[in-house]
């Protein structure tokens, strides 16, 4: 029995580390991992994100028009070229990986789904931290 326990610990690194998949971080890599991200987190995704933020200001019966509106003359072939020639710029093959792993499982996807409001708080707060900030720097007082 103790040598299933002290075992086990040492079973599950090692299972760990041959299921784990590195890849190498070559231009092909990171291109066709950053094409499995964009199908997870569609430029659609975002947009339609963006477009309730945008709509939000607008009266009521004017934001469902005003979305289709917009959706109409968006480019989303563009956005999603720009996604990922930025992620392949920034990331690794590897994180690339990681993230599209990550918002194609299960929990990823509903972590996705509450990104949209999550970004809609953290963004409001940052917007108020950073006019404090400007504030104390425009009057000469620290906080």
Known sequence: MRTRIAITPLL???STSLFAESIADTPENREREAARYVETMSPRDLFRDAAEKAAASLPAGDREQFKARLAERFDFV??????KASMVKYFTAEELKA???LYSSPVGKSAKGKFGAYMADVGAAMQAEMSKARATIEDGTRR
């Open 12 to 14: 599950l690194l090692t």
């Open 78 to 83: 563009a956005l999603a070229s720009a996604m």
């Open 99 to 101: 993230l599209a792993d």
